[in-house]
């Protein structure tokens, strides 16, 4: 899939504009704070339905303006799309070939997004919560049904918390059924999110060895591996990962009820990322974290391709000029011709000359 053109106004610095993209490489060439990461955080939205920078929608509203609005027009594989997207305080508005959707999910995905930005090294180096976010957000884009789930886990969460929170405060051994019943929906979910994170996972690991291996001239494997907070595994039923989650929070029951916290779940789960066997998030040099956090979005790419029968579009902020020629060759043949790709730079002088031919390329200046 490509964006064909790209409308947008009241966004962040960016003066309203119209443009027409290539279906290759676009390149963005400006100096610091001219909107570039702007631009290719307004497509990111157009796709996720909020920003990869920030979950508070009004710093993406131009300041002293009411509303942002994005308008994409995209190619897909075999129909195109229109897709409309509007920012307030007052909440976000999201309109599919100009029909309004009733949720948020239901936008989420109709273009599929791949981006690489200098906070990707987060993702190996760090918190669980990131790498959290990072799966969840791509399974999200491919899942309107993990979206719901996921969602369906929080509200859950938070109302048991709420129930534990009060027994710790009256220091109660006794449950009600109350508890029982919180328990036992957040079991059905948890099991939901659990198993399509362990497949996601494992389909993701497909992709990524082998791309790691050819990015580090075959001197390095990358392991990734989910880390679930109850003894489950790929191969299990859903109700048999219902089971164990149930059994574990029957261990922890009272544990929870003295702390006033859920302490197993998939809020707690965390993705190991191993190189040569050792846990690269601990002994990774940076340039190994770089390759890894890079083979895991390239892996992303084919991943989604084979689970939509259409290739995503490609962000690269920042990150072209980091990589050494080595690397950037890599990526480049590996997305060569198939993957639209949108490309932000300072300095053209960190990119290979063959790029530069291909690529349209716009200079951004003040948000223009
Ligand atoms: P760099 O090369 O440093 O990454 P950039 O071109 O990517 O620069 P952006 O991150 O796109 O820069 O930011 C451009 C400008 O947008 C910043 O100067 C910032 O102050 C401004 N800006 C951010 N949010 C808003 C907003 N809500 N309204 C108006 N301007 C904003
Ligand atoms: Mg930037």
Known sequence: MYVRDLSISGYRNLEATTLAFENTVNLFIGENAQGKTNLMEALYVLGFAKSHRTNRDRELVTWGKDYARIHGEINK??????????????????????????????????????????????????????????IDMEIGQISNVYLYHLSQYHRILKQRNQLLKEYAQN??????????????QLVKTAAQVVQRRLSFINQLQKWAGPTHRSISRQLEELQIAYVPSADVSLELDLSTIENIYANAFQEKKEQEMRRGLTLIGPHREDLAIYVNDRDIQTYGSQGQQRTAALSLKLA???????????????????????????????????????????????????IKHEVLQQAKTFHVNNGN
């Open 300 to 350: 992303e790419i084919e991943l989604i391709e084979k689970e939509t029968a259409d290739p995503p579009v490609l962000l690269l902020d920042d990150v072209l000029s980091e990589l050494d020629d080595f690397r950037q060759s890599h990526l480049l043949n590996s997305i060569q011709g198939k993957v639209q790709t949108f490309i932000t730079t300072t300095n053209i002088s960190g």
């Open 171 to 184: 220091r109660t051994n006794e449950a009600t059924v109350m508890h029982e019943v919180l328990t036992e």
């Open 77 to 134: 594989r075999i129909h195109s799309l229109s897709l409309d997207i509007q920012l307030s305080t007052r909440g976000k508005r999201a309109k599919l070939n100009g029909l309004e959707q009733q949720r948020v999910s239901e936008f989420i995905g109709a273009l599929n997004i791949v981006m690489f930005a200098p906070e990707d090294l987060n993702l190996v180096k760090g918190g669980p919560k990131q790498r959290r976010r990072f």
